[in-house]
C-alpha cells in the first residue's frame, strides 16, 4: 500500500519539470522507504528538490563537506545537536555547512537546495521559516531580498518560537523559474558548544497576502505553556503549609 502510495506521489513529482507547481514546500513527503537510513539518494528523501552533492542524510550531521538533512522528532530526541532546531510538521531540512569540520577551511561551493517550478499567479509573498546566517535566495537566477516577517509561538519548550521570513515574489508571479537557496555562512555548524547552529528551513508557502497567524493559535500556544510550567511545579497543599 504504502509503496503504490509513493509512486502516485513520484507520478506527482515529475509534473513540475513541465512547468507544473512548487511540490513539497514543507518537506514532509519523503519516500517512507528511504526513512531509518543515515544516506539515501536526494530524490527519494526530497521529492522535487536539487540539493548540494545530490546527498541528503537522515537525521545525521557527521560530513565533512557539508550535507543536508532531512530531519525530524526522532533525530532531536537522539542527536543532541538536533535537539533544539525548529520543526513545522514531521519533518524540516537542515543544512550543515562545508569546512566547519575540515582544518584548514576548504572553501567549497555554499550547499543549496533548489526547486524549479511555476510561481503561483496571484502570489505576492513566498513565505518560510529559516535560521541560520547569511542565506541567499534567489529566483529565475535573480537574486531576491527577504526580510523578518512574523514570530509564531509553538507548543514545543524547546523552541517557543518560529522566526519567519518573507520574499517579495510579484515580480515572478505566473513565471516558470528555479528557486534557490544557497547556504553560504560557513561558520554555521553543528557543534552546540561553539557559536552557531544548523541552519534550517522549513515550511515554504506562497500567498496572495501576507496573513498573520490566527490570534486563536497564539493564545492557545500560550495557554499550553502556562498549564505546562504549571504542571512542572510542586502541588501546593494549602496555605498554611
Ligand atoms: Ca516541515
Not at 90 to 97: I, T
Not at 118 to 133: H, I, N, R, S, Y
Not at 174 to 185: H, K, N, S, T
Not at 186 to 203: Q, R
Request: aromatic share 14%.
Amino acid at each position: 500500500m504504502m509503496q503504490v502510495a509513493w509512486k502516485a506521489l513520484t507520478l506527482a513529482a515529475a509534473l513540475p519539470a513541465f512547468g507544473g507547481e512548487f511540490i513539497n514546500l514543507g518537506f514532509e513527503d519523503p519516500d517512507p522507504r528511504a526513512i531509518g537510513y543515515p544516506y539515501a539518494n536526494e530524490k527519494s528523501l526530497l521529492p522535487g528538490w536539487d540539493t548540494y552533492f545530490d546527498v541528503v542524510g537522515y537525521n545525521n550531521l557527521t560530513q565533512v563537506f557539508g550535507l543536508t538533512v532531512l530531519f525530524d522528532d526522532i533525530g532531536r530526541s537522539r542527536n543532541y545537536d538536533l535537539k533544539d532546531l525548529p520543526l513545522v510538521g514531521q519533518f524540516g531540512l537542515g543544512v550543515v555547512p562545508d569546512a566547519a569540520r575540515t582544518y584548514p577551511p576548504i572553501q567549497l561551493p555554499a550547499p543549496y537546495v533548489q526547486q524549479r517550478g511555476t510561481v503561483p499567479a496571484d502570489a505576492k509573498g513566498l513565505f518560510f521559516l529559516w535560521q541560520g546566517e547569511d542565506l541567499r535566495v534567489s529566483l529565475g537566477g535573480q537574486q531576491a531580498a527577504f526580510s523578518p516577517w512574523e514570530q509564531r509561538l509553538t507548543a514545543d519548550p524547546r523552541v517557543p518560537v518560529h522566526n519567519y521570513y518573507a520574499v517579495n515574489v510579484e515580480p515572478w508571479a505566473g513565471q516558470e523559474v528555479m528557486l534557490r537557496f544557497e547556504f553560504r555562512a560557513f561558520e554555521y555548524h553543528a557543534f552546540p558548544d561553539w557559536p552557531g547552529h544548523v541552519h534550517v528551513l522549513d515550511d515554504l508557502h506562497f500567498s496572495a497576502i501576507p496573513e498573520p497567524a490566527p490570534r486563536w493559535l497564539l493564545l492557545a500556544s500560550l495557554w499550553w505553556l502556562a498549564w505546562r510550567c504549571r504542571r512542572t511545579q510542586p502541588w501546593s497543599t494549602g496555605p498554611d503549609r
